[in-house]
């Protein structure tokens, strides 16, 4: 029997040419380019991506973007409102605002990205113990997580905020010594389903070492919820330094982080509204937009969720 | 059931005893010495005698476990201690602030009931409607403000322009304080705002402190009642020709709501710390903007003292949250083998 002519299941046009574009069927269509074609599909999270990325921009390349430094002075503008010469308007000493939010961008994502990877790094390594050891050292760090979580998290935040000094610095401490509780979760959860799968067992029956099975074989297979929540974490880091730059415990102020702007310019609401508008609305955008890049991955990584 | 919650009772002991204890040795490594607060801060230079004589009086040059021991002699025996910074004991401190807290707190979690359920029911029900998608978008940005700036915007719209346009009295609402004198009888009004003027003070604070709660409680409403819509028994429920009011309310509500009581639940941590930024923004005298004041004061038996009484309530809320989960769902045996 002669072959038909078609290849691979794609049916060749009567004319004989084949469809401009193949489908992948010769070679397996990995996961990531799959995950991007569904995340493609989203157009709330691709916005949210592009706005990430402009940001990051914006963040690099501050010096150019701003029209003044942090701490120049118009001494002829106090808290005027925006014009051409100050986009966003001027605070309450006359500094630009728009150059100063530009700025801040620095400090949002350097304190929300490295506080982050702090509060991963750590949630991981006491979630995947919890879950792959069990027993009672499982059920003692959650019990810690727990009373964690009992305590009021911006409490806890505001005190060792006071303890180590107001800085950008003690606020990363203070978001990643804070900020591991609910990866740690995630984490022991997916490690104590994991434990049953037949690959882990087969892995204890080769005799492989214990480090070896959680971060090698388990670790790659719990990455998907870690990846989502990593990226919603990095927004609410964000919005928790807002928090705390706002109740004065955080960067102090040449510092233009975006909670401290709002605080700064409070005082005045009736004659300068848009001291507090514009670095509110920045911390809104960067905090949505990081929030709709993770939801958009969740969908993406999980396909099972949007077609049910 | 009754072995759960006792059992649960139990667990809240530790719970709390860790928790104040590690604050207490997190204040005890602070900077600066908490009698030259006592006596008017550094900036005053206090005489060096009265200085002498408040550390002898709090026992402040005590080694620090001597220090901690009498503190929770003193809490056990139901004193939470005094104000290093006011001249109050915390007892009566907690005792002023904690009802205008618990005012606030009400009337938010009414509107996040009342608005963020029926939100998410209805977004679930016109799936992809315009509704919908609004609900999904209008969420995640409400979720995405800052209380703080929330908080802001709500008083520069309704209190601080209206003023500024002269518009009548009755349209501006009111953006610092409480406006309520506490009498001693007819306590249980107090939560209940009496006149107008009363609730100009309430709207704005309530609905700021209620929005985060509420876009979580419309989403996870949404997305679980979605999950519930698609299950056998409704189809079930619509083959016997059940009205369609009748299917969600009484079939579905029911079995949606329990992923929703948990989060309600989970999320009282972050209503926490919304309620400090809600009441230190509006100047509301409650417990939150009350801790806030004291941490940055350094009044370490304030504290101490308000956030034993947050944890304990806390606890308590969550212990209620998993009681009622297994209302909702009678499947859910409480007290064998889960968490």
């Given at each position: 029997m002669t072959n038909p002519?078609?290849?691979?299941g794609i049916e060749i046009s009567p004319t004989g040419a084949l469809p401009a574009e193949l489908p992948h069927t010769s070679q397996p269509v990995g996961l990531w380019s799959d995950v991007w074609r569904r995340f493609r599909d989203n157009k709330l999270a691709v916005a949210g991506l592009v706005f990430v990325f402009l940001l990051i921009l914006v963040a690099i390349f501050a010096d150019v973007i701003?029209?003044?430094?942090?701490?120049?002075?118009?001494?002829?503008?106090?808290?005027?409102?925006?014009?051409?010469?100050?986009w966003f308007g001027t605070d309450?000493?006359?500094?630009d605002v728009f150059s100063r939010v530009v700025y801040g961008s620095r400090v949002s994502l350097r304190i929300g990205i490295v506080s982050t990877l702090i509060a991963m790094v750590i949630g991981v390594f006491l979630g995947a113990f919890a879950g792959f050891v069990g027993r009672w050292p499982g059920a003692l760090v959650m019990r810690i997580t727990d009373i964690f979580l009992s305590v009021p998290y911006i409490v806890l935040a505001i005190a060792i905020a006071t303890v180590f000094g107001r800085s950008e610095n003690s606020v990363i401490v203070v978001l990643g010594l804070t900020g591991w509780l609910g990866v740690c979760r995630i984490v022991r959860a997916s490690f104590m389903q994991l434990n049953n799968m037949e690959y882990v067992e087969a892995a204890h029956a080769l005799g492989f070492r214990g480090r070896r099975i959680m971060f090698r074989h388990m670790l790659p297979n719990s990455l998907q919820p870690i990846i989502v929540y990593g990226t919603i974490a990095i927004g609410s880091a964000i919005l928790a330094e807002a928090a705390l730059s706002f109740l004065q415990v955080g960067p102090q102020d040449p510092t233009p982080a975006w909670g401290l702007m709002v605080s700064q310019g409070k005082g005045d609401l009736a004659n300068a509204p848009h001291l507090v508008l514009f670095p509110g609305l920045a911390i809104s955008l960067t905090v949505l937009a990081f929030v709709l890049v993770g939801d958009g991955l969740r969908d993406a990584l999980d396909p099972k969720l949007k077609t049910r | 059931m009754p072995s759960f919650i006792i059992r649960r009772l139990l667990l809240i002991i530790p719970t709390v005893f860790i928790a104040v204890s590690f604050l207490f040795f997190l204040f005890y490594a602070l900077p600066g010495d908490p009698a030259t607060l006592i006596a008017?801060?550094?900036?005053?230079?206090?005489?060096p005698i009265q200085i002498q004589q408040i550390t002898e009086q709090y026992g402040l040059d005590d080694p620090i476990m001597v220090q901690f021991f009498n503190y929770w002699k003193d809490v056990l025996s139901g004193d939470l201690g005094q104000s290093f910074q006011r001249n109050q004991s915390v007892n009566s401190i907690l005792a002023d602030k904690a009802p205008n807290s618990i005012r606030l707190a009400m009337w938010a979690f009414l509107i996040e009931l009342m608005v963020g359920l029926s939100v998410g029911i209805y977004s679930a029900i016109r799936r992809y409607s315009w509704a919908d998608k609004l609900t999904t978008v209008g969420t995640a940005a409400v979720s995405a403000i800052p209380v703080f700036v929330l908080g802001f915007i709500l008083q520069y719209a309704f209190a601080v322009y209206p003023n500024k346009q002269g518009w009548p009295e009755w349209m501006r609402l009111r953006t610092s304080g409480i406006a309520a004198p506490r009498t001693?009888?007819?306590?249980?009004?107090?939560f209940i705002p009496v006149g107008p003027e009363q609730w100009r003070y309430l709207v704005l604070p309530a609905i700021t402190l209620a929005s985060v709660s509420t876009a979580l409680a419309a989403r996870m409403m949404r997305g679980s009642m979605l999950e519930t819509l698609g299950a056998d028994y409704m189809r079930t429920a619509k083959a016997k020709g059940l009205s369609e009011r009748k299917i969600v309310v009484g079939h579905g509500l029911r079995n949606a709501m329990l992923p929703v009581v948990t989060l309600l639940g989970l999320d009282l941590g972050a209503t926490i710390g919304a309620a400090v930024l809600t009441e230190t923004v509006f100047s509301w005298p409650g417990l939150g903007s009350t801790i806030a004041d004291a941490v940055t004061n350094r009044d370490l038996p304030v504290v101490l003292g308000l956030t034993l009484a947050v944890v304990v309530v806390y606890s308590l809320i969550n212990l209620i949250v998993d009681v009622s989960y297994a209302w909702f769902d009678p499947r859910v045996r409480l007290g064998e083998g889960g968490q």
């Open positions: 002519p078609h290849v691979d701003a029209p003044y430094s942090i701490t120049e002075r118009d001494s002829s503008q106090f808290r005027s409102g925006p014009s051409s010469d100050h309450l000493i006359g500094r | 008017g801060g550094a900036d005053r230079n206090p005489n001693e009888e007819e306590w249980f009004l107090f």
